[in-house]
């Protein structure tokens, strides 16, 4: 069983930038994504990279904006977000996925397809 443990997240005005991480001992063979609920909404996926880090998928939304990247002999994966908006607000969750057919961005569309989950972790872009 593979223990998701996110780090980083909270307040920070319009514009601002935050760094979340996601740590799990042995996540190397996984591919990983980042997930958003907001209020009131459905969970859907942020970014996703996979077990290599050489392919990302972002949302519209953040192109541009969000960085994922994933440093395997740290076990660690990073969510950088830059030029923060309010409608980036909600709990950030990682998830790791097991190899399989699916690209990165299939896995970014299917996040009830997760095998594991972090705790979640709430950010608020508000002035």
């Known amino acids: 069983q593979l223990q998701l443990v996110q780090s980083g997240g909270g307040l920070v005005q319009p514009g601002g930038s935050l760094r979340l991480s996601c740590a799990a001992a042995?996540?190397?063979?996984?591919?990983i994504g980042w997930f958003r609920r907001a209020p009131g909404k459905e969970r859907v996926g942020v970014s996703c990279?996979?077990?290599?880090?050489?392919?990302?998928a972002y949302a519209d939304s953040v192109k541009g904006r969000f960085t994922i990247s994933r440093d395997n002999a740290k076990n660690t994966v990073y969510l950088q977000m830059n030029s923060l908006k309010p409608e980036d607000t909600g709990v950030y969750y990682c998830?790791?996925?097991?190899?399989?057919?699916?690209?990165?961005?299939?896995?970014?569309?299917?996040?009830?397809?997760?095998?594991?989950w972090g705790q979640g972790t709430q950010v608020t872009v508000s002035s």
């Open positions: 998830a790791a996925h097991r190899p399989s057919l699916l690209s990165v961005q299939g896995i970014c569309d299917r996040p009830r397809e997760a095998d594991y």
């Open positions: 042995g996540f190397g063979s996984y591919a």
């Open positions: 990279i996979s077990r290599s880090g050489d392919s990302t």
